[in-house]
């Protein structure tokens, strides 16, 4: 008798053991391929799917009422880990998760009370300094553009590291930022991101960073469709004082368009490495419209908590990811590699070295 319990036991054990963790991914506005930090949150734990044999299951509210329901109801089945994507979903997360304190529950972009919530942030200040440097050493006009999503602090945080970064390469640049709006909806206007765009152009803006969820792809599609700047659209007080893109090849459709003085526009990328997107005609050799990406590893974030969960580590809590942890950066590939010189990289990772050891402390409002 005692041989079959422990038999039994053992057979017990080995089913426990082999159960696959569940994770739920509750998104925010503008959907899991907003092409920004929501599809950055997917891809993570997509990578943990194909690493771990775990099981995923996505909510996109239609309406941010629905999401309280939507994570509890993840809760309710009984999953493992529900994640709640962007800090919208905060209270939501916060109030399932107190009624269920024997369930994991992550939340990327701020920070829960309760114990049983991993809280996910960044300092995105310090990856948008890093782009913004970037953006400083090669304007033409020494205007440049930020397009904020929601006006929340959160965004503000990317504002102040980008205008600072820009500061420092460039202290005579001048910085034009605009948000789209007050609401949530804001992250998913792409046409009036795409407005505010072209107002910024109009004002000598050749280099815009939006940051701004799938809002963003509005200032891209124009820059794709604008291409450049032209000296006699040129407002007073502004001229072109640089050329740093003239020996770059460039596509047939550009080089018509943009015959005469004229100067490239670039947009810079936010979460993901956007870059590609940048490409009108299929060809990364030729001059891309993407100067760089401000990348947030939220991908990296998901994946590591999931980890942790399957692994039967998880700790609730704040953790923080930033340029020492590799959780934001700039990118670097073969659609802008040509754009910045080996020696503007090698300028940019001073830049990061100084952030990293605290010889530059960079604001976040």
């Not at 965004?155 to 930022?177: D, L």
């Not at 200032?219 to 020996?247: E, H, M, R």
């Amino acid at each position: 008798m005692k041989k079959m319990l422990t038999i039994a036991l053992a057979l017990t054990v080995s089913v426990a053991s082999a159960q696959t963790v569940r994770v739920g991914l509750a998104y925010d506005a503008g959907g899991k391929f907003d092409k920004s930090f929501n599809q950055s949150a997917y891809e993570g734990s997509q990578r943990a799917v194909k690493a771990f044999g775990i099981q995923t299951k996505d909510f996109e509210p239609s309406d941010p009422s629905q999401t309280v329901q939507g994570i509890r109801e993840f809760a309710n089945q009984g999953f493992d880990l529900t994640i709640g994507v962007g800090f919208a979903n905060n209270a939501s997360i916060s109030q399932v998760a107190k009624e269920n304190p024997d369930l994991y529950f992550g939340l990327v972009d701020d920070v829960s009370q309760q114990k049983n919530v991993a809280s996910l942030v960044f300092n995105e200040e310090q990856g948008s300094y890093l782009v913004g440097y970037i953006a400083g050493m090669n304007s033409s006009t020494g205007v440049v553009g930020f397009v904020g999503g929601m006006d929340i602090p959160l965004i503000h945080k990317f504002e102040a590291g980008y205008t600072a970064g820009v500061k420092a390469a460039n202290p005579k640049a001048r910085v034009i930022a605009q948000y789209v709006g007050t609401t949530p909806e804001a992250w998913n206007n792409p046409a009036k991101a795409k407005e505010i765009a072209g107002s910024m152009r109009a004002k000598g803006a050749d280099i815009i960073f939006a940051a701004a969820g799938a809002s963003g792809n509005g200032v891209i599609d124009y820059i794709k469709q604008t291409q450049c700047l032209k000296a006699s659209q040129l407002p007073a007080g502004v001229k072109f004082n640089t050329n740093n893109f003239a020996s770059i090849k460039k596509s047939a459709g550009y080089t018509k368009a943009c015959s005469g003085n004229t100067r490239p526009m670039f947009f810079i990328g936010v979460d993901k490495n956007q870059n590609p997107q940048g490409d009108t005609d299929g060809n990364p050799a030729t001059m891309n419209h993407g100067l760089t990406s401000m990348l947030k590893r939220v991908d990296n974030a998901v994946y590591a908590l999931i980890k942790d969960v399957k692994d039967g580590k998880f700790k609730g809590g704040e953790r923080r990811f930033g340029l020492r942890e590799g959780g934001v950066g700039y990118a670097v590939d073969q659609y802008n590699r040509a754009l910045i010189s080996s020696a503007q990289v090698a300028k940019v990772e001073a830049v990061k070295a100084k952030i990293i050891s605290g010889a530059i402390k960079v604001p976040t409002k």
